[in-house]
């Protein structure tokens, strides 16, 4: 069979453009314009370290914990969304409260096993459940969880009972007379709490990119809420909603990625020569990956189709929509990747390490 291919001219375009966003030159000028730090190779040189070794021990932290922050945003935005939608929406949008409440237990099902497989061994993870520590983002962490886990399972089972799939006898007709939105308002900290925590967790290492700007819990707070936002959509246009629902998403996914957009890049200006490590070009570094899938792909397309949507109400938009979702969806997983190999990077550089512990 034979292979399809573009014409000459226009896979020569394609390739002209890939080639220029993911040269080094590019992706240099972009690091030195976000973080606000040119390098000095020949002065970072002569700056003393000890034979070169790293001052700090590289994080253990892998695949486990980049599904973990993402997953658990995941959860924590649709529980925020559709408690805020029940408590504040009109009639169309119980489609919403009823798909995040649902979205948020399936989310959240995959993050315990996530965080014992990182912690290597069950009885770890029941181990910290024995000390409650305040000044501990592990331990704040778990019990954060666990507290989320318990108000994510409760309000998707009366969602349910709500919605008859229990079936028509007294236990599902006790379920719905119990007050749902009283039961969700203790839930809603818990959420706004386990969708910054993740960042907080991170910043309170010693590792430069992650503790030089303490703006990682915000802009993990902000990308928790576009994601889930992307998801809810995404599900609502797959199985139909009404269009004023999804317009009030819309708008909140606009203004969600434009505060995600603000907190990375005061992020890494307050990062400073420590942000290199996340979008520099150099070994280890992730700038191809992160200005390109994170920025390009996963910010700025998706809030620019979203500003584009906003003034159309067309059935044209749904196409446009769920292209939206899918993009923010990507670019939120890969925000959390990209910081967290970043960061292994940045432990790895005595230099920067010390550098950092000037401040």
């Known amino acids: 069979m034979q292979e399809t291919r573009l014409p000459a001219p226009v896979e020569a375009s394609l390739l002209a453009i890939r080639n220029s966003l993911t040269s080094p030159e590019v992706i240099e000028q972009l690091a030195t314009l976000a973080t606000g730090y040119t390098p000095e190779p020949e002065r970072e040189l002569e700056e003393p370290t000890y034979y070169d070794y790293p001052v700090l021990k590289e994080p253990t932290w892998h695949w486990e914990i980049i599904w973990y922050f993402f997953f658990g945003g995941l959860a ?50 029941l181990h910290m459940l024995r000390v409650f520590k305040v000044k501990s983002p592990m331990s704040m962490g778990t019990w954060g969880l666990v507290t989320f886990s318990l108000f994510s399972g409760v309000m998707a089972v009366l969602q349910a009972a709500h919605d008859g799939l229990f079936g028509d006898w007294w ?74 629902a999804l317009h009030k998403l819309e708008r909140l996914e606009w203004v969600a990625l434009l505060l995600e957009m603000t907190w990375l890049f005061r992020f890494l200006r307050g990062s400073n020569r420590a942000g290199r490590a996340l979008a520099g070009s150099g070994p280890g570094e992730q700038g191809p990956a992160f200005w390109n899938v994170v920025v ?37 997983y890969f925000l959390r990747r990209t910081i967290v190999k970043a960061g292994h990077t940045s432990s790895r550089n005595a230099r920067v390490t010390l550098w950092n512990a000037k401040r």
């Open 76 to 125: 924590a935005g649709c529980y925020v969304i559709a408690t805020v939608a029940s408590l504040f929406g009109s009639k169309e949008d119980r489609a919403t409260a009823r798909a995040g409440y649902y979205l948020s237990l399936l989310a959240l099902l995959p993050c315990p096993p996530l965080l014992i497989k990182d912690l290597g061994r069950p009885e770890r993870f």
């Open 296 to 332: 390009g792909g996963g910010l700025l397309l998706p809030w620019l189709l979203s500003t584009l949507s906003l003034f159309q109400r067309t059935k044209a938009r749904n196409g446009r929509g769920l292209l939206i979702s899918l993009l923010v969806l990507i670019g939120g």
């Open 171 to 244: 236990g599902p007709a006790l379920l719905k007379a119990l007050p749902r939105r009283l039961i969700a308002l203790p839930g809603l900290f818990a959420g706004l709490f386990l969708g910054s925590y993740t960042g907080v967790l991170l910043a309170a290492t010693s590792v430069p990119l992650w503790s030089r700007s303490k703006l990682l819990g915000a802009l993990f707070a902000t990308s928790a809420t576009s994601t889930s936002t992307a998801l809810i959509s995404l599900v609502l246009r797959i199985f139909g909603a009404p269009a004023s």
